[in-house]
């Protein structure tokens, strides 16, 4: 038997997911929310983690905490294309198994699978998406100025927060903006948003 939890926020999602899992007799299926703690001691070990993609990244979390380094075990990402940010950092982070949420149900079982045995799992759909977020537009420092941004921080607060001058957040901002294309602050958030970046 392959001991596979499902991490997804939403219940109804998540017990779907259940339910697909279990269809396969050779799996033994539970599930978790997101900010579930760690495993007991007593529980026996997870062989595969299926997450969602956006929920590998709690509040409080930075981008470089691993989901896999937390919960070890092998892991399974859903996502699309559409998110080439939560693509490239689930891979980073040691994802082994990465399936397009648009894929048929099959696939995911045999991912799972795949991933049990210690082997990478990549849909073929995911490929050209995970390719281009191998380039994240922004440097560190622009991302942080913009995430700071994107939960409300004025200008001022974003400064004393990264202990900037305000000068030199507002070349940060500009840079951003620019890189990605956006026509200001709020359209850049958005884009860096809808890439699954922040």
């Known amino acids: 038997m392959v001991r596979t939890v499902v991490v997804h926020d939403e219940e109804l999602l998540r017990s779907a997911l ?35 993609g956006d929920c590998l990244w709690g509040p409080g979390q930075t981008h ?27 891979f980073d982070g040691g994802a082994l198994g990465l399936v397009d949420k ?18 990478r799992f990549l849909d073929e759909t995911l490929s050209v998406a995970l390719l281009e977020g191998a380039a ?4 560190t420092r622009e991302l942080s100025v913009l995430s700071l941004a994107s939960q409300g921080a004025p200008l001022a607060e974003v400064a004393a927060r ?16 620019r890189k990605v294309g956006a026509r200001n602050r709020v359209d850049a958030i958005r884009i860096l948003q809808s890439g699954g970046w922040t």
Do not use: C
């Open 102 to 119: 648009n894929a048929p149900a099959r696939r995911l079982i045999t991912a799972v699978h795949t991933v049990a045995k210690g082997e």
């Open 64 to 90: 470089d905490t691993s989901f896999r380094a937390q919960r070890g075990g092998r892991l399974v990402v859903l996502t699309t294309a559409r998110r080439p940010g939560i693509l490239r950092r689930a």
């Open 18 to 52: 259940v339910q697909l899992l279990r269809s396969d007799a050779a799996l033994e299926v539970s599930s978790r929310a997101p900010g579930a703690g760690l495993p007991d001691r007593d529980e026996l070990p997870t062989d595969v983690w299926v997450v969602d």
């Open 136 to 139: 994240m537009p922004l440097t």
């Open 162 to 177: 990264l202990h900037l001058s305000r000068g030199t957040v507002r070349n940060y901002m500009a840079a951003a903006i």
